[in-house]
């Protein structure tokens, strides 16, 4: 298994040297929590709070509270998911701004032996603050698709993950393009029998836009399951 996950950040980090001249690059990390609750046999509620910093760590991006709700059927292949999120970002201008953003998704999985593969599909719409300033596109609506595959060995505490997704911006007359591809390598260790501790990595690759950016996360997320 340490020869997989050193496959897997071999691959990260040999696409994020090779990547294309003239792209601009950049490091950050990311701290989050999150909370689960099991509301009924098929429903959840779930809390979310996340800081993010770009720049090479030294710039604070935004901080992100998010609320979801899950229903899960299909003997428990399918759940459909919504979404509502705050955002308080420090934007490109250098000012921060108010946002927020409303979500829906679904998501199918399938287990085969110790594997477990995904397949996500998100629809998100992301609102400005029109009064500190004028947008084009508002709210922006971008259509995100995923797939994910996660492995555990039996009575182990730990689980790894590798997942890819790409993102659609979907309401944009002028840019109606695919222009970000996100892969995200992952270990979550389970502390407890509720404490799950997630360390990952993140690479998100801006594609087809006038000055593109490859930009690497280190993330740590505490989580908490009821």
């Not at 990547?19 to 509620?45: C, P």
Request: proline share 2%.
């Amino acid at each position: 298994m340490k020869r997989i996950l050193f496959t897997v950040v071999f691959v990260l980090l040999s696409f994020w040297s090779f990547s294309q001249s003239g792209r601009t690059k950049d490091v950050g990390v990311i701290a989050s929590a999150e909370i689960s609750v099991g509301v009924s046999r098929n429903v959840g509620l779930s809390l979310e709070e996340e800081l993010r910093f770009q720049n090479n760590c030294t710039q604070f991006d935004r901080w992100l509270n998010s609320l979801g709700v899950d229903y899960t059927f299909l003997h428990g292949r399918m759940k459909l998911g919504l979404t509502g999120d705050y955002i308080r970002r420090f934007n490109d201008d250098k000012y921060f701004e108010n946002r927020y953003r409303a979500g829906v998704q679904l998501t199918y999985s399938e287990t085969y032996h110790r594997f477990k593969f995904s397949f996500r599909t998100k629809l998100l719409s992301t609102f400005r603050d029109e009064a500190t300033g004028d947008y084009r596109v508002n709210p922006k609506m971008y259509w995100r698709n995923r797939l994910q595959v996660t492995y555990q060995m039996p009575n182990s505490r730990f689980k790894y993950s590798l997942s890819t997704e790409l993102h659609w911006l979907v309401n944009d007359p002028k840019h109606n393009i695919v222009d970000n591809l996100r892969t995200v390598a992952s270990v979550d260790y389970r502390l407890t029998r509720r404490q799950y501790l997630s360390a990952f990595i993140r690479m998100d690759n801006d594609l087809q836009v006038k000055e593109p950016v490859d930009r690497f996360y280190f993330g740590l997320t505490y989580k908490l399951k009821y």
